[in-house]
């Protein structure tokens, strides 16, 4: 019964693979213009131009994004049940860049929508760290409603509405391919000592970026931490503003080195952050007690050792390795799913 049912899976992640490898080979051929499943793969777009519109609109300020990832995952062996299970994450979002429409230099907001779909295989495996690393309980969930100011030549960001923390604070992009939550994602013992809005929960809040240059970046930011808004019966949409439940006070420091590829030597970065949550918390030893406040801080370091080669990159310009928050920010992506390509 499990084979029958993981086949289909396994028959079309096949297919998809072969179809890459034979538009790959053919794409290799020269004097011939890439057709069918070959030219949809060159295009940036899975919908192309549509005949110059999105162009024009990109033009005139005005952008739209959509992007669907899924995670379709198997047990054949251990656990408690096996099981093959699909979890998809669609996101719908709109970017406003207001230097192109009103002249506001500097000024873009950017609103999100997610819909989750699917089951969660860890609930039948029985493990601690999620196996999907793409599942979200629940269905709609409102997200991202970023107001941004770029200042003094792009070095400094303010941001204020419905923001995430996991997008900026305690990440890093080598751990965004959905291979597992024990993994990937934004370090997990901080969301479980603290409220961390991460992923599809987003939170009011106000975030200050201070970039100088390529390599030194300084960011601040304080949140609404009113867990409610975590729940999924809310849909990202319980806009209560008081600081009743407290607040997260988050701030980061990050050093990046060899992120282009006009310098020499391989890319590593050296992250330092802290937070601090004002919130009531239980004591372990009795959880009838409380104790006002919670902090830790955090060290992310990675180095690359080893690059065979640095393929030319083609995507859209924010998403360079290189790119400066003040580039990102005017975009829609979710950190969460969109990975730079360019290394």
Same mark, same amino acid.
């Given at each position: 019964?499990?084979?029958?049912?993981?086949f289909?899976?396994?028959f079309i992640?096949?297919?998809?693979t072969?179809?890459?490898?034979?538009?790959?080979?053919?794409?290799?051929?020269?004097?011939?213009e890439?057709?069918?499943?070959?030219?949809?793969?060159?295009?940036?777009?899975?919908?192309?131009?549509?005949?110059?519109?999105?162009?024009?609109?990109?033009?005139?300020?005005?952008?739209?994004?959509?992007?669907f990832?899924?995670?379709?995952?198997?047990?054949?062996?251990?656990?408690?049940q096996?099981?093959?299970?699909?979890?998809?994450?669609?996101?719908?979002?709109?970017?406003?860049?207001?230097e192109?429409?009103?002249?506001?230099?500097?000024?873009?907001?950017?609103?999100? *929508?997610y819909?989750?779909?699917?089951?969660? /295989? &860890?609930?039948?495996?029985? !493990?601690?760290?999620? @196996?999907? =690393? $793409?599942?979200?309980?629940? *269905?709609?969930?409102?997200?991202e409603?970023? /107001? &941004?100011?770029?200042?003094? !030549?792009?070095?400094? @960001?303010? =941001? $204020?509405?419905?923001?995430?923390?996991?997008?900026?604070?305690?990440?890093?992009?080598l751990?965004?391919?959905?291979?597992?939550?024990?993994?990937?994602?934004?370090?997990?013992?901080?969301?479980?000592?603290?409220?961390?809005?991460?992923?599809?929960?987003?939170?009011?809040?106000?975030?200050?970026?201070?970039?100088?240059?390529?390599?030194?970046?300084?960011?601040?930011?304080?949140?609404?931490?009113?867990?409610?808004?975590?729940?999924?019966?809310?849909?990202?949409l319980?806009?209560?503003?008081?600081?009743?439940?407290?607040?997260?006070?988050?701030?980061?420091?990050?050093?990046?080195?060899h992120?282009?590829r006009?310098?020499?030597?391989?890319?590593?970065?050296?992250?330092?952050?802290?937070?601090?949550?004002?919130?009531?918390?239980?004591?372990?030893?009795?959880?009838?007690?409380f104790?006002?406040?919670?902090?830790?801080?955090?060290?992310?370091?990675?180095?690359?050792?080893?690059?065979?080669?640095?393929p030319?990159?083609?995507?859209?310009?924010?998403l360079?390795?290189?790119?400066?928050?003040?580039?990102?920010?005017?975009?829609?992506y979710h950190?969460?799913?969109?990975v730079?390509?360019?290394?």
């Open positions: 019964m499990f084979f029958r049912k993981i289909p899976v396994f992640v096949t297919f998809l072969l179809a890459t490898a034979v538009a790959d080979s053919a794409k290799k051929e020269i004097g011939k890439p057709t069918g499943l070959q030219a949809w793969l060159d295009q940036k777009t899975a919908t192309g131009n549509w005949n110059g519109c999105r162009s024009q609109l990109e033009n005139k300020g005005f952008t739209i994004f959509s992007n990832t899924t995670d379709i995952m198997g047990n054949p062996i251990g656990g408690q096996k099981r093959a299970m699909y979890a998809g994450f669609l996101e719908l979002s709109l970017a406003f860049d207001f192109k429409m009103v002249s506001l230099k500097g000024s873009a907001l950017t609103v999100s *929508n819909w989750a779909s699917g089951n969660n /295989l &860890s609930t039948y495996i029985g !493990n601690f760290f999620g @196996v999907q =690393e $793409i599942y979200a309980a629940g *269905n709609y969930f409102f997200g409603l970023d /107001l &941004s100011q770029a200042l003094f !030549n792009d070095r400094l @960001v303010l =941001e $204020i509405g419905r923001l995430f923390a996991g997008d900026v604070f305690a990440q890093s992009e751990w965004q391919y959905y291979v597992s939550g024990g993994i990937n994602s934004n370090l997990a013992s901080i969301a479980s000592n603290i409220f961390f809005p991460v992923f599809n929960i987003t939170a009011w809040a106000a975030r200050l970026t201070w970039q100088p240059n390529k390599h030194w970046q300084l960011v601040g930011a304080v949140y609404n931490a009113n867990n409610k808004v975590q729940e999924p019966q809310e849909h990202g319980y806009f209560n503003f008081n600081f009743n439940k407290g607040y997260l006070g988050l701030g980061q420091i990050t050093y990046k080195h992120q282009s006009e310098e020499e030597g391989f890319p590593g970065s050296f992250v330092f952050g802290g937070y601090y949550q004002s919130s009531k918390f239980p004591y372990l030893s009795n959880a009838a007690r104790q006002r406040g919670n902090y830790g801080f955090y060290l992310v370091a990675d180095q690359m050792i080893y690059r065979s080669d640095w030319e990159f083609v995507g859209p310009r924010h360079r390795a290189s790119a400066s928050y003040a580039e990102r920010v005017k975009h829609p950190r969460q799913q969109v730079p390509k360019d290394r």
